[in-house]
């Protein structure tokens, strides 16, 4: 599996599975599950998941697809804003490490900014870290203004800034995806099929038919194109579960890409990063 290096040196994944919407009912439970085993089983290496998702439900789904397995995938969580003081922090990770019956997280990040001044929270990843109960950490839905603040802290990341970026939403190229790719820190991308809506437009579908793949490959596939950008799609069905996995087979010649930024073009203006 290719994978990306983050600013501490240690290897992330370029592909992962999502969990957002996971444990939020009982009734699709069993095949939540049954959908990140068999992820786990086809290998992806990472998932990601947050405390928000089911409020705890995704994180303790993701710890009975764990159950058992004797190669773990890289793990990403998230703390909630409003748990992100010094000590909540510290707090939230453990109840995360609990649900999951993991001794670490891989890569921890902070939800959205609003909650506690990021130097508190910076703080409590550095001490989780030197606790060995965090491998990195790092920040999602940071726009450059936020990153810039981040970055100028004592204690910088560590880790990535997870943001919605993908075929359809393309604003973090004008200026932030290039203002982290000059420091060497990956952008993972949420979202990456616009929660299905892009899968409906015509021209992604016309040329996805041109490469003979299915329109969601071809839009993992044009992530995978994108130096520094590393996925997380969720599917809570083993056949696009399967078939999301198989993007990683899909290249991309010059051409393509050329159709493909005609159909869905890059941004000439700053735009405000998107949040979903
Ligand atoms: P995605 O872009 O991954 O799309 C998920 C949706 O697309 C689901 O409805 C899924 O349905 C469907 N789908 C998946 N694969 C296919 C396929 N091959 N063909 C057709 N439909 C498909 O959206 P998400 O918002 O879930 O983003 C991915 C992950 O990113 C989240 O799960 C979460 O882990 C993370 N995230 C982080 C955020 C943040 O603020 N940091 C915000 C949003 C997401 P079905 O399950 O029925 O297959």
């Given at each position: 599996m290719r994978s990306c290096k983050l600013p501490s040196g240690a290897e992330m994944p370029v592909l992962g599975l999502g969990t957002w919407?996971?444990?939020?009912?009982?009734?699709r439970r069993a095949e939540e599950l049954d959908a990140l085993k068999y992820g786990l089983d086809l290998g992806y290496p990472m998932i990601d998941t947050a405390e928000m998702y089911g409020e705890g439900g995704a994180e303790e789904i993701v710890g009975d697809a764990l159950a058992g397995r004797s190669i773990r995938p890289f793990i990403v969580s998230k703390v909630y804003p409003h748990n992100a003081s010094r000590a909540g922090t510290i707090a939230a990770c453990e109840r995360s490490l609990k649900r999951m019956r993991?001794?670490?997280?891989?890569l921890y990040l902070l939800?959205?900014?609003?909650?506690?001044p990021i130097e508190e929270t910076f703080e409590a990843f550095y001490k989780l870290r030197n606790a060995g109960k965090i491998g990195d950490f790092g920040v999602s839905n940071f726009d450059l203004d936020d990153m810039e603040d981040a970055a100028g802290l004592?204690?910088?990341?560590t880790g990535t800034n997870q943001v919605l970026y993908c075929l359809s939403r393309?604003?973090?190229?004008?200026?932030l995806l290039p203002w982290m790719r000059k420091r060497s820190i990956p952008l993972m991308a949420y979202s990456p099929l616009d929660q299905g809506e892009l899968l409906r437009k015509a021209p992604l579908r016309k040329i996805a038919d041109e490469v003979g793949c299915t329109p969601a490959q071809l839009a993992l596939a044009w992530l995978f194109a994108q130096p520094g950008v590393v996925t997380i799609p969720k599917s809570s069905t083993r056949e696009r579960v399967k078939e999301n996995f198989a993007a990683l087979d899909v290249k991309l010649p010059p051409k393509i890409l050329a159709d493909l930024d005609r159909a869905f073009p890059p941004p000439r203006t700053k735009q405000p990063l998107e949040m979903l």
């Open positions: 919407r996971m444990g939020e009912t009982g009734r993991l001794d670490r997280i891989d939800h959205w900014r609003g909650g506690a004592d204690k910088g990341l393309r604003g973090p190229e004008f200026d």
